[in-house]
């Protein structure tokens, strides 16, 4: 026998399959997938606990806009897969995680108001973790004043607004109708998302999904081009949006976001033109127009306050790439993570309002990023307590003349951690 | 399209190229698609097609040497191999030519390592063979071309790829075989896309721990996880993607050779580059070491030393697999330490034979403390010699001042014996795994068991990239 024959007899002996192999193997197959599939998400549920009811529970189930704040007098709470706390919501009577009730000042007191989003409501954190807590605590320490802080920060039912939001100067004078002596305003990247007018979050979130796919259909070839290739693509994007839900994909980003090295971290993150095209030193067309729509809005209430005489106070917290960036002190050409920064002190300044730095106190912190929840995006109770420091370093450092010490009592205030 | 890495989209041209190979059994249809699924492949990588312009040259190049050498003209042989070898260093930039000489224009060089392995095999087979034979334009742009072989190999030999592709009754093709096969892309895939990357990652950590400011544990165990990752990371990466290369060769029914063999199971380096590159290491074993000692063995005619003429010509054959790596002075390093490793190898093989008999010598090989401190030695040395691979001279320097000679010394010493009682470990556990058996054979490599394993690497391989949501990682051997 040839050799090749030979090849050729093995071969056709390879080939034969039982009938009930052919039941089998597929069942096998599926079987595995499925108890695979079933106990990661088990392990992983196990692992990142999370409550079943949460935060929406205080919202108006029946607001389509989503910028409704929460219910008056509610109170609910939350635990994320990721944050070991859960945390408690409790709403005052005009639907603010506030921390105090908001009753006639007294004399001696020095009301801050503080207006934000998520960061500022000190969302999947307790409250008393949230710097929205500690702040007034050091201030008065500080500046041996009493220092209250009306916070009418809220997450919202898309965890976003509402400050800016549509709507925003009936908001702004539910702020100074709290007899505030300072308004202070708390920024994130997020917030010039949301601020466009006419395009409520989640139509946003498509509409950034559809430019995405535009750019990619642009540059790929014909072959790419044909529908039958946009409707699998469709479905990839389906398939990848469901299994996001899932805990295993929480728990499998959250290990790799805790375990990368700020470098890994930045540059992975840097891949994702939608969410890094604020931290580019030439902002595209989208960022440009994001940051003329929440130009006109810091106008609107900057001229509100200066009517009320009530000075207001913008400051910026960086997202966790942008913090991990600065504490890097380097990132690849056609990115700077002060871009945004620079822009809004120049938006601010011009109305004549007080901007107030903090992103070169994240220089002074190694590895910034873990004091985020990783997949979620926001402070968590370290962040917030690195906040709160850098807040009351620069609150009385001199740019608010009411709230202004010296530089030994800040001295001594430093030693005493 | 991300074509020239182990992504999805490679995976599923060349599913559909062995689809379409299978709609006829007839040869001249199996020829007609590889030769242009090979064609657009090339023209995805290349983009524009005047890149291709020197790649086309060199082609041709090889093949007038072919036809003039298949012509009788044996004399022009020689000629035509150094011909050869001379424009693959130009076209490739050899950093000891002059840079005067090199082409200023962009032009695409991606495949055209393992295109030369195949143009002087043609050459030298050519020029040797008794009998004469002719390979047509189209039978040797098919073998060069090959969209399989194209980016990092498997080299294999014409013989080999003519017998299967141009045979009038092709190689069978069963439910069985095409059930191995896709098991084989999913854990090539898996390797590439997964394993690979996470090593690649934790190599990463440890460079970047070892340059901050840590404490000195903490730079030790990093040193430790750089050395130790590296040489698993490229196993995953190469043997990932020959895996997929293999299994879609297999399905258009051409049979590439297998290009490792458990590597990391060797207990000796000569050992070692037996099952690592298989394909690249018998190339030049068979064109560059069996021709010296041959050359060296008639010209040494005392006896005492002509056991050491096989150190001479493995040092000679190794120290060029570590030159064609690259084009710079840190692979001429990688190449003598390549070669030497293996000399110092076949030297103590000698040596000790003739120390112990080669009785003696036979029972201490058998020895399994032996083989297992020799299997860590091997890995050490081979993750020792991966510093002049992946690194350049500005990050050597780096890394070798990052911590003392004697804190280096300890750890290579831990890297040795850790690698001495994992990878001892390792084969006892993986002994013990195939020795559960039924009538078929071991119950791990039953097809119900390979269907489980497949299934499974492949939901953790999508939900990985899904996760990842970026491009496949590279391949590392296709920039050779």
């Not at chain 1, 999904?209 to 699998?232: F, M, P």
Request: aromatic content about 12%; some cysteine.
């Amino acid at each position: 026998m040839s050799p090749s024959s030979a090849r050729n007899l093995q071969g056709t002996r390879e080939a034969t399959l039982s009938r009930k192999d052919w039941l089998v193997l597929p069942t096998v197959g599926v079987l595995a997938i499925v108890l695979l599939g079933i106990c990661s998400e088990l392990i992983a549920k196990w692992a990142l606990p999370a409550s079943s009811q949460g935060l929406s529970d205080c919202f108006a189930k029946d607001d389509p806009t989503g910028n409704a704040t929460a219910k008056p007098n509610s109170v609910c709470s939350e635990q994320i897969a990721e944050s070991p706390y859960t945390a408690e919501y409790r709403f005052d009577r005009y639907g603010h995680r506030a921390g105090m009730q908001l009753l006639s000042k007294a004399p001696d007191t020095y009301r801050i108001v503080m207006i934000g989003s998520s960061f500022a409501m000190g969302l999947f954190v307790p409250r008393e973790m949230t710097f929205a807590a500690l702040l007034p605590a050091e201030l008065s320490k500080l500046t041996s004043r009493k220092i209250e802080l009306y916070n009418e920060a809220t997450g919202g039912k898309y965890r976003g607004g509402p400050f800016p939001t549509p709507g925003p100067p009936i908001q702004f004078n539910e702020a100074l109708s709290a007899d505030p002596d300072m308004i202070l305003w708390i920024v994130t990247s997020n917030d010039f998302v949301t601020a466009s007018p006419d395009i409520p979050a989640p139509q946003l979130a498509s509409e950034v999904v559809h430019e995405s796919d535009n750019q990619s259909t642009a540059a790929s070839s014909s072959w790419s081009r044909s529908n039958l290739l946009a409707e699998s693509e469709v479905l990839t994007e389906k398939i990848r949006n469901r299994f996001d839900q899932t805990r295993v994909a929480l728990l499998l980003k959250h290990l790799m976001l805790e375990s990368e090295t700020q470098d890994q971290y930045v540059t992975s993150y840097l891949k994702n033109e939608d969410d890094a095209g604020f931290l580019r030193s030439e902002p595209g067309e989208k960022w440009q127009r994001l940051r003329q729509q929440f130009e006109m809005d810091a106008a609107q209430y900057e001229g509100q306050a200066k009517a009320a005489g009530v000075p207001l106070v913008v400051v910026f917290v960086p997202n966790r790439a942008q913090a991990a960036m600065i504490s890097m002190g380097r990132w690849p050409t056609g990115y700077d993570p002060y871009e945004l920064d620079k822009e809004l002190r120049k938006i601010i300044e011009s109305n004549g309002g007080t901007y107030i730095d903090v992103l070169d106190d994240y220089r002074t912190v190694p590895d910034p990023e873990q004091n985020y929840f990783p997949v979620d995006g926001h402070p968590n109770s370290n962040g917030h307590a690195m906040i709160t420091r850098f807040l009351t370093r620069e609150l009385t450092s001199g740019a608010v003349p009411a709230l202004r010490v010296t530089s030994s009592q800040q001295m001594t205030m430093a030693q005493e951690r | 399209m991300n074509m020239d890495s182990a992504s999805l989209q490679f995976v599923l041209f060349g599913l559909i190229a062995a689809i379409v190979s299978n709609c006829s059994r007839s040869r001249v249809w199996r020829s007609m698609v590889l030769m242009l699924t090979s064609l657009f492949f090339l023209a995805m990588l290349a983009q524009q097609p005047i890149l291709l312009i020197p790649l086309a040259g060199f082609l041709l190049l090889g093949y007038g040497g072919l036809v003039m050498v298949e012509r009788g003209w044996s004399r022009q042989a020689v000629w035509s191999i150094l011909a050869v070898i001379f424009v693959y260093v130009w076209l490739k930039k050899y950093t000891f030519l002059p840079g005067e000489i090199f082409l200023r224009v962009p032009y695409f060089t991606l495949g055209l390592s393992y295109i030369f392995f195949r143009v002087l095999h043609l050459l030298i087979e050519a020029a040797d063979s008794s009998e004469p034979r002719h390979i047509g334009i189209g039978a040797y742009l098919l073998y060069t071309l090959n969209f399989t072989t194209l980016v990092s190999g498997p080299i294999q030999r014409f013989d080999e790829f003519a017998r299967d592709q141009f045979a009038v009754e092709p190689i069978p093709l069963g439910p069985r075989v095409v059930g191995l096969q896709l098991e084989r892309i999913v854990r090539g895939f898996f390797k590439v896309n997964v394993l690979a990357m996470l090593l690649h990652a934790v190599q990463e950590n440890g460079l970047e721990q070892i340059a901050k400011s840590v404490p000195l544990d903490h730079r030790l165990f990093a040193a430790f996880w750089v050395i130790v990752a590296y040489p698993f990371f490229l196993y995953a990466n190469f043997s990932g993607y020959i895996d997929i290369v293999i299994a879609i060769a297999r399905l258009m029914r051409v049979e590439l050779p297998e290009n490792f063999d458990r590597p990391f199971s060797a207990s000796s380096f000569l050992d070692f580059w037996n099952r690592w590159h298989i394909t690249l290491s018998m190339w030049l074993k068979t064109y560059v070491y069996n021709p010296l000692l041959m050359t060296l063995m008639r010209r040494v005619s005392s006896i005492a030393l002509q056991p050491f003429l096989g150190v001479v010509c493995f040092f000679v054959t190794f120290f060029l697999i570590g030159v064609w790596h690259g084009r710079t002075s840190e692979f001429m390093v990688f190449g003598v330490l390549q070669g030497g490793g293996v000399a110092i190898n076949k030297f103590w093989q000698v040596w000790l034979t003739q120390i112990m008999g080669r009785k003696g010598y036979k029972e201490l090989a058998k020895n399994s403390v032996y083989i297992s401190f020799g299997r860590g030695l091997t890995f050490s040395w081979f993750a020792f010699t991966m510093f002049w691979f992946w690194a350049n001279w500005g990050q050597i320097d780096a890394l070798f001042a990052a911590i003392t000679v004697l804190e280096w010394t300890t750890v290579w010493l831990a890297v040795w014996l850790s690698a001495t009682g994992v990878l001892a470990t390792w084969e006892w556990l993986r002994a013990a795994l195939l020795s559960f058996k039924t009538a078929d054979g071991p119950v791990l490599t039953s097809r119900y068991a390979r269907v489980v394993y497949a299934s499974s690497l492949g939901l953790i391989a999508f939900v990985v990239t899904a996760l990842l949501n970026q491009p496949a990682p590279g391949i590392v051997y296709k920039a050779f």
